[in-house]
C-alpha cells in the first residue's frame, strides 16, 4: 500500500521557519519526482516544488523562490520541504504527492501551516 505521511505543520509568525517531512513507503521513492502542494482554505491544489529523482533538479512556485528549498534523502525514503521567510499567503494545508505533475491524486493527508501573528 502506498502511503505519505506529512509532518512538521504548525502555527509560526511572519518571518518565520518551519521543516516539513514526508515520509514515503509502498512503492521504490527513488523511482518518482516528489512535488509539495498545498491548498489554501476556500482554493484549489496549488504545486509549490518539485525534485527529481536523484535530488539533481528542483523548481519552485515563482512566490517561493528563495524563500523554499526541497530535498529528499533516498535512503530514508523522505521528502522535506524548509521554509524560510514564511508569510501569510503561505498559510495552507500542505501535501506530498507522488510524481511531478497533476492530478497528483497519491498525496498524503496533509499537514497545516498557518502563518499569524
Known amino acids: 500500500e502506498v502511503q505519505l505521511v506529512e509532518s512538521g505543520g504548525g502555527l509560526v509568525q511572519p518571518g518565520g521557519s518551519l521543516r516539513l517531512s514526508c515520509a514515503a513507503s509502498g512503492f521504490v521513492f527513488d523511482d518518482y519526482w516528489m512535488t509539495w502542494v498545498r491548498q489554501a482554505p476556500g482554493k484549489g491544489l496549488e504545486w509549490v516544488s518539485a525534485?527529481?529523482?536523484?535530488?539533481?533538479?528542483?523548481n519552485y512556485k515563482e512566490s517561493v523562490k528563495g524563500r523554499f528549498t526541497v530535498s529528499r534523502d533516498n535512503a530514508k525514503n523522505t521528502l522535506y520541504l524548509q521554509m524560510n521567510s514564511l508569510k501569510s499567503e503561505d498559510t495552507a494545508v500542505y501535501y506530498c504527492?507522488?510524481?511531478?505533475?497533476?492530478?497528483?491524486?497519491?498525496r498524503g493527508q496533509g499537514t497545516q501551516v498557518t502563518v499569524s501573528s
Open positions: 504527492a507522488r510524481g511531478a505533475t497533476s492530478p497528483w491524486t497519491t
Open positions: 525534485i527529481s529523482l536523484n535530488n539533481s533538479t528542483t
